[in-house]
């Protein structure tokens, strides 16, 4: 069975500056799709970024990106220019194409933004 | 309305209650979704209906009873839950084989 693992329950970061949060998974496919998902406080969670495993090329949002190392199984968010509306819940997901209705979450990270 | 909504946002019952809770999904969608969110747990996917229809089902308690009755709509119906059952429930839609999950900003319950 699939697993993701955030270490960091919490990170904090000051305004402007640039975060890295990480992401872990295990997993014996060798096509999968992995995602990144944002839940402000009392606010919805909304999708950030995806990567499919079979690029090779960092998925990049705007001022989010990732580090995909397949080889790892790691895959990390960078913020960069980071802004208080950035303070929120993150959260890791993977996602099989053998069972596309399934997303497997991670812990989550808590995200403070300071001035 | 826009997206996908719950109601009520939140929720106090004892455990000899019954409830539901209710999703809503404006997005046109054909898959929707319940999902279990406890402090410093993953989320737990609870149920999926596709087409309507009940595609999986994760091991849930049977006080926990989900009904779709057409692809906009999703209840769940709670009847003598257990402390440990409090928790956010969110509930989320997408496209069958679609990228992305819509969530809904979910029903904080609590059972006393």
């Known amino acids: 069975a699939q697993t993701v693992t955030q270490s960091q329950p919490e990170m904090s970061v000051q305004e402007a500056e640039t975060v890295t949060l990480s992401c872990t998974y295990d997993t014996s496919e060798s096509d999968y799709y992995l995602f990144w998902y944002k839940q402000p406080p009392s606010r919805q969670m909304i999708l950030v970024i995806r990567q499919e495993a079979y690029k090779q090329q960092n998925a990049t949002e705007n001022r989010f990106s990732v580090n995909f190392q397949k080889a790892a199984k790691s895959f990390s968010l960078k913020i960069s220019d980071s802004q208080l509306g950035d303070a929120a819940m993150y959260f890791c997901a993977y996602r099989s194409p053998e069972n596309t209705d399934k997303l497997i979450f991670g812990t989550g990270t808590r995200l403070q933004v300071f001035p | ?112």
Not at chain 2, 12 to 24: D, I, R, W, Y
Not at chain 2, 28 to 51: C, D, I, R, T
Not at chain 2, 57 to 80: D, I, K, Q, Y
Request: proline residues 6%; hydrophobic residues 30%; charged residues 20%.
């Open chain 2, 1 to 112: 309305e826009t997206g996908v909504t719950q109601t009520p946002r939140h929720l106090v019952m004892g455990m000899t209650n019954k409830k539901s809770l209710k999703c809503e999904q404006h997005l046109g969608h054909n898959a929707m979704y319940w999902y279990k969110q406890s402090a410093k747990k993953p989320l737990e996917l609870m149920f999926v209906y596709s087409l309507e229809e009940r595609v999986e089902n994760n091991s849930v308690p049977s006080r926990f009873s989900p009904e779709c009755p057409n692809s906009s709509h999703l209840f769940l119906h709670l009847h003598t839950l257990q402390p440990e059952d409090s928790a956010l429930y969110l509930c989320a839609s997408s496209q069958i084989g679609g990228w992305e999950q819509y969530f809904g900003p979910g029903t904080r319950l609590t059972v006393t």
